[in-house]
T-cell receptor
Framework: EDQVTQSPEALRLQEGESSSLNCSYT??????LFWYRQDPGKGPEFLFT???AGEEKEKERLKATLTKKESFLHITAPKPEDSATYLC??????????FGTGTSLTVIP | EAGVTQFPSHSVIEKGQTVTLRCDPI?????LYWYRRVMGKEIKFLLH????????ESGMPNNRFLAERTGGTYSTLKVQPAELEDSGVYFC?????????????FGQGTRLTVV
């Protein structure tokens, strides 16, 4: 059965304290792994797409990596404005997204 | 470029009533998806339109849900009659294509509460 699991469910960091979020998946016919950021009352906002093991992408303080079984979202020296829920989704044949439940990140000044 | 717009942002209805949610896609996006997040659970796929045609409706929970996309522009999702378990946030997402490099853009969601 296709499954996407994110950990931890919630994460509190001090400003400047780097950490990583995990997304593990078991999906047949993977066509991409997507990271989204969601702020309260808003829809998911696209961050990255990763397609093959070993691929890495960076955007400001965020860096996403992909292996055959999991993806990590590394946050370097986070700021309070990075506080949000980070969602991982996989796209398989059929074009629908399978989402994890998300990691709620709070960065304390 | 305007983003994906959903109406209403919130809706509170009584069990047994009917509610219609609307999604206006980004212009030129032929692919339109409906997703739903119930409390404490992950966002789940409901269905996928390509223009006005239903490409995949495998995620629709039951026949109380009816989605339409007349003319291949905006889409509506009707729930009739609504039940308590239908409460959640309904997201619409649109994409220009379905290729491997295509990202989907999400609306802000409609929060539906059935009481």
């Amino acid at each position: 059965e296709d499954q996407v699991t994110q950990s931890p469910e919630a994460l509190r960091l001090q400003e400047g304290e780097s950490s990583s979020l995990n997304c593990s998946y078991t999906v047949s016919g993977l066509r991409g792994l997507f990271w989204y950021r969601q702020d309260p009352g808003k829809g998911p906002e696209f961050l990255f797409t990763l397609y093959s093991a070993g691929e890495e992408k960076e955007k400001e303080r965020l860096k996403a990596t992909l292996t055959k079984k999991e993806s990590f979202l590394h946050i370097t020296a986070p700021k309070p404005e990075d506080s949000a829920t980070y969602l991982c989704a996989v796209k398989r044949s059929g074009n629908q997204f399978y989402f994890g439940t998300g990691t709620s990140l709070t960065v304390i000044p | 470029e305007a983003g994906v717009t959903q109406f209403p942002s919130h809706s509170v209805i009584e069990k047994g009533q009917t509610v219609t949610l609307r999604c206006d896609p980004i212009s030129g996006h032929d692919n339109l998806y409906w997703y739903r997040r119930v409390m404490g659970k992950e966002i789940k796929f409901l269905l996928h339109f390509v223009k006005e045609s239903k490409q995949d409706e495998s995620g629709m929970p039951n026949n109380r849900f009816l989605a339409e996309r007349t003319g291949g522009t905006y889409s509506t999702l009707k729930v009739q009659p609504a039940e308590l378990e239908d409460s959640g946030v309904y997201f619409c997402a649109t994409a220009r294509g379905t290729g491997i490099n295509t990202e989907a853009f999400f609306g802000q969601g409609t929060r539906l509460t059935v009481v």
